[in-house]
C-alpha cells in the first residue's frame, strides 16, 4: 500500500493526477476549488480533496475563507515529486516503430505533420518534446509520442508512414484508453526546413515545468517492445486541442 493510501488521501493519479498538472502549469495562481475544477476538468469535489491533502502537506498554501479561499503552490518541487511518484498510466499501450529521417527533431516535424492532417490528438514527450523548447537540449532517440485512444495504434503508424520494429525502433508510441495524458498538450511553433514543413507541434505537461521545478524523483520509462501494457507512468501531457504537436513547461521524465 502506498503512503497517500495508507492515510486515507487522494492520490495524485487518473483525474486527480490532472489536477496536480492545472496547479504546477501555474503555480503563482491563486487557485478556487471552482476555477482549479474547471480548469482540470473535473468535478469541484475532487479538486476539493487534492487541495485538502496538498494543503495538509504544506505542499500549498491558503488564504481568506469560505467562499473566497484560495490557494497557491508553496512548493512546486514537492507537488512535482508526489505527482511523479504516485501518477500511473492505467490501460495503456503501445508500439515501437522505425521512419526513416535524419534526425530526431525532422522525425518530430514529419510525424506530427501527418497526424496533423489526419486530425489525429497527438502530443510529443520526453527529450524530443523537451528540444522543441530548449534548443540546447539535444533530442535523443526513441522520440517518444502520445495519441489518442480514439484510433487504433495500426492505423497511427499507417498515418505517419511508419512501420512496426523491435530494438531497431525510432518510434515510440502510447496510448491511454481516457486520454488524460493528452489533458493539458500546448502548442508549440516549428520552423520550416528543406524536409519539414511550417507549422507547429504539441508537447506534455511533464515536460513544461516552470523553471526552477524540478522533481527529485521520476517515473520510469519502459524499454522497447511492440505493442503491449506500459506498467511506467507517462512521460506527457498536454492541452485538449485536436491534431498538432504541442510545447511542454515541465521538465522532461525521465519515464
Known amino acids: 500500500m502506498d503512503a497517500s493510501a495508507a492515510r486515507g488521501t487522494v492520490r495524485l493519479a487518473g483525474r486527480a493526477g490532472v489536477v496536480a498538472q492545472a496547479l504546477l502549469l501555474d503555480p503563482q495562481m491563486d487557485w478556487g476549488v471552482h476555477l482549479l475544477a474547471q480548469t482540470a476538468g473535473v468535478s469541484p469535489g475532487l479538486a476539493h480533496k487534492v487541495l485538502q491533502r496538498l ?4 505542499i500549498v498554501a491558503s488564504s481568506g475563507a469560505g467562499p473566497g479561499k484560495v490557494r ?17 498510466d492505467r490501460d495503456v499501450v503501445r508500439a ?4 526513416f529521417a535524419r534526425t530526431p527533431r525532422e522525425l518530430v516535424w514529419q510525424v506530427a505533420h501527418g497526424l496533423d492532417v489526419a486530425g489525429v490528438a ?28 480514439a484510433v ?22 502510447r496510448q491511454a484508453r481516457d486520454d488524460l495524458p493528452l489533458a493539458f498538450r500546448a502548442k508549440t511553433p516549428r520552423a520550416s526546413g528543406r524536409s519539414t514543413p511550417r507549422g507547429s507541434t504539441s508537447t506534455c505537461v511533464e515536460d513544461r515545468v516552470p ?8 517515473p520510469m520509462r519502459s524499454g522497447a517492445g511492440s505493442s503491449a501494457s506500459d506498467p511506467h507512468p507517462s512521460s506527457t501531457l498536454g492541452r485538449n486541442e ?7 513547461r515541465l521538465v522532461p521524465a525521465s519515464s
Open 152 to 173: 487504433p495504434l495500426a492505423d497511427v503508424l499507417r498515418t505517419v508512414e511508419a512501420e512496426a520494429a523491435g530494438s531497431e525502433h525510432n518510434l515510440v508510441v
Open 211 to 218: 523553471p526552477g521545478t524540478r522533481a527529485a524523483s521520476r
Open 96 to 99: 515501437t516503430a522505425f521512419r
Open 72 to 88: 497557491r503552490v508553496a512548493d512546486p518541487t514537492a507537488l512535482l515529486d508526489v505527482w511523479a511518484e504516485e501518477t500511473r
Open 122 to 149: 497527438h502530443a510529443v514527450s520526453g527529450t524530443a518534446a523537451a528540444a522543441l523548447l530548449v534548443p540546447l537540449i539535444a533530442a535523443a532517440p526513441p522520440v517518444e509520442l502520445r495519441v489518442t485512444g
Open 242 to 248: 485536436a491534431g498538432s504537436l504541442s510545447a511542454p
Open 55 to 58: 494543503e495538509t502537506e504544506g
